[in-house]
Structure formats: C-alpha cells, structure tokens
C-alpha cells in the first residue's frame, strides 16, 4: 500500500512541477532558454491592443449566443468596425466555435495530453496555420490587484499567473478558485448581459480562446512559440459580446479597465504543433 501511494505521488509531482514556481526557478539555469527578455516594461508588448480587440470581435460574432443577442438590438460603433468581416466569417451565421475559429482566425486550438513527459495536458494547434503575431489564446480567470488578498486560492494553485504590475490572475478552473469566479461572473451582469465567460470553467468553453492556462512552460528542446501579453479591454468594447470574455474583477470597487491576458504567437505556427510560451520575463 506504501509503494502505490509513493508511485501515485510520484506521478502527480511529475506533472505538477512543471507549474510549481519555485521548481521551475531552481531549475532555470539548466533551462536558460525558458526565460524571455525585454528592455522595459512599455516594450512588452507584440502586438497592440486594437489589433487584439480586432481578433477578438471577428472571433466573438461569430458565436452562437451573441447571434441571438445582437439580433434586434442597436450595434456598437465599436461592433460596426468589423462588420466588413461577415462575408469573409461566414455571412454571419451562428457556428460552433471550434468552427468559429478557423472561420474568424484561420486556426483552432484545443486541449490534448502535453507531449512533455509527464506534464499532463498542453495546448494544440488543431487545425490551420498561426501567422506569427496572431492571438492565439487567452488566460481566463479571476483578476486580483496587486493589493487584494488571495491567500487562500494560492495555496497549492499552480495557475496563479502574476502581470507585470503586479495584478494577478487565478486560472483555476476547480476549488475555491472556480466558485469565487462563478461568484464575480454572476455579481457583474448587466441587465440580460453577462459581463464575463463561466464556461471555461468547463470542459466545453464557449469562447475557444480561453485555454491559456494550459500552455506549458518552454525548455531548451521544446522553445517558446506563443508569449503572454496583457491587454486591458477597452470601454468601447461591445457589452453584447462581454460575455465571452473569460475574466472577472474580484472587486466591483475596481477603477480600471478589465485586465485580460492573451497569448500572441513568436513565430509561424502550422497544425499538430504544442505551444510553449515563456513562464518568467526579465524586464532591464
């Protein structure tokens, strides 16, 4: 009975560490090329907000609920900038969303068993090809401001991803992680509108995007092809489609836009290909 429960620990630890910091901080002078470097804070990003906000409408129109949503109702300015899309995705049609993405972005991702050994699930590029400064997924989960507790989710949380700023982000989708997000989804709906996604949470999430918390650290075999980069969601965003966005303030006291996290692709990435992104930035 000893031995199976060491050798089911053992298993566990295997997958576990490659998410478990201080691991991966001990280890990074084996591992020189896991780590990303910028000259400052300001030059992080790849690519700028607008063309993530673009990316994302083309996507989040193309899904079924905000078909039904928008329908009979008054569209956004900001909405109407990207109805010059709805022939090329597909005339507007409701479709799935893996289908959505291919139709909208030209790729799609999902979630599969991580070729790393022992690493346990990782993210693919299932379909299509990912032009190099594409957004390829986002980091769904509860946003924390550099002075708001989050003692208690931490704690043997491996999907706590921590901005530049400091803001936190618990992409925990089980535990006291999943009812706080279900909590703050349902505090911030407006009216018929949700302003946030709680289907990530799920094996099935509505938003194909919001898989980022499974993209696993890069090693010198296997470098970086995707990169994490912050975006605040501006006010113009369109509140019928809000609802696909997988994050949430855990204050409604918060006097900023929403932090959301993407992922935006390093280089050309065609089908079958595993993302790594790079776990620890170093800012000069």
């Known amino acids: 009975m000893f031995r199976t429960a060491l050798t089911r620990f053992q298993n566990k630890w295997r997958s576990y560490r490659h998410r478990f910091v201080p691991w991966v901080v001990l280890n990074l002078s084996k591992n020189e090329k896991t780590l990303r470097q910028v000259k400052k804070s300001s030059k992080d990003k790849l690519v700028p907000d607008e063309e993530v906000s673009q990316r994302l409408l083309e996507l989040f129109r193309l899904l079924p609920s905000s078909q039904r949503a928008l329908h009979g109702a008054a569209q956004t300015h900001f909405l109407r900038q990207v109805t010059s899309t709805e022939d090329r995705c597909g005339g507007g049609n ?94 911030d709906r407006i009216g018929p509108y949700m302003m946030s996604d709680t289907s990530w ?64 692709s390093l280089r050309d990435i065609t089908a079958g290909e595993e993302l790594f992104s790079n776990y620890f930035t170093i800012v000069h």
């Open 94 to 187: 409701a479709v799935c969303g893996q289908d959505a993405m291919v139709q909208s972005l030209g790729f799609c991702i999902d979630r599969k068993p991580s070729s790393l050994p022992s690493a346990g699930t990782g993210v693919f590029v299932t379909r299509g090809f990912v032009p190099k400064g594409a957004t390829v997924a986002m980091y769904p989960g509860t946003v924390y401001q550099a002075y708001e507790p989050i003692l208690l989710q931490s704690i043997r949380n491996p999907f706590v991803f921590r901005c530049i700023d400091g803001v936190l982000l618990d992409g925990n989708d089980k535990g006291i992680s999943k009812m706080v997000f279900r909590s703050c989804s349902g505090r």
């Open 201 to 264: 949470l799920t094996d099935s999430p509505r938003n194909p995007l919001a898989v980022g918390q499974y993209v696993n650290n890069c090693s010198n075999e296997w470098p970086a092809n995707v990169c994490y980069q912050e975006y605040d969601v501006p006010d113009q965003f369109p509140i019928e489609l809000r609802q696909y966005l997988p994050n949430v303030n855990y204050s409604p006291d918060t006097h900023r836009p929403l932090r959301c996290v993407v992922l935006v």
